[in-house]
T-cell receptor, first 110, second 114 residues
Framework: GDSVTQMEGPVTLSEEAFLTINCTYT??????LFWYVQYPGEGLQLLLK?????DKGSNKGFEATYRKETTSFHLEKGSVQVSDSAVYFC?????????FGKGTRLSVIA | DAGVIQSPRHEVTEMGQEVTLRCKPI?????LFWYRQTMMRGLELLIY????????DSGMPEDRFSAKMPNASFSTLKIQPSEPRDSAVYFC????????????FGSGTRLTVV
């Protein structure tokens, strides 16, 4: 079945550092890809999405490009802030409901 | 819109008791999902509905779990009898369509079974 693999966390960065969280997927067909963010004590919020190969999703300084050739959707941000501290989930949907990765906890220190 | 509303936010119950979790989806959304989040297993889909009809309940762990959606604005997830291993955060999400659209999640219900 469809699956998502994310890099293990936690990831700890200093403020203004560059962020990459790796995500690869296995799916039949051409899934849509998503990044969700979960702040402490809250539900998941959609951060960005891409629905076809080579699409770039972006929001709040975060970006991810749908790479069909490497089946990847890595999340990047050029300069993280303390307020970006959260758990980030990569997810996909093809012909089924969203399938999530295990999540990557990011801690940004001032 | 107030978003997806779940109640209660926290529930502590004794083993063997019945637990009912509630969800009000976003008006106009026709798909509703129940997920369970634990440290060990991450986010697992339990069941989803399309137009109030259960489509796939293969993620429901046991017969102790049941879910209903009597109308487009309300769903329940019931656990009877509850067990300590059911302790988790349960999320409800809704969307317009089950696939390509992103989902809107509720704030979750943290269930503790002692």
């Amino acid at each position: 079945g469809d699956s998502v693999t994310q890099m293990e966390g936690p990831v700890t960065l200093s403020e203004e550092a560059f962020l990459t969280i790796n995500c690869t997927y296995t799916a039949t067909g051409y899934p849509s890809l998503f990044w969700y963010v979960q702040y402490p004590g809250e539900g998941l919020q959609l951060l960005l999405k891409a629905t076809k190969a080579d699409d770039k999703g972006s929001n709040k300084g975060f970006e991810a490009t749908y790479r069909k050739e490497t089946t990847s959707f890595h999340l990047e941000k050029g300069s993280v802030q303390v307020s970006d501290s959260a758990v980030y989930f990569c997810a996909l949907t093809g012909n089924t409901p969203l399938v999530f990765g295990k999540g990557t906890r990011l801690s940004v220190i001032a | 819109d107030a978003g997806v509303i779940q109640s209660p936010r926290h529930e502590v119950t004794e083993m063997g008791q019945e637990v009912t979790l509630r969800c009000k989806p976003i008006s106009g959304h026709n798909s509703l999902f129940w997920y369970r989040q634990t440290m060990m297993r991450g986010l697992e889909l339990l069941i989803y509905f399309n137009n109030n009809v259960p489509i796939d309940d293969s993620g429901m762990p046991e017969d102790r779990f049941s879910a209903k959606m009597p109308n487009a604005s309300f769903s329940t997830l019931k656990i009877q009898p509850s067990e300590p291993r059911d302790s988790a955060v349960y999320f409800c999400a809704s969307s317009l369509g089950a696939t390509a659209q992103g989902y809107t999640f509720g704030s979750g219900t943290r269930l503790t079974v002692v």
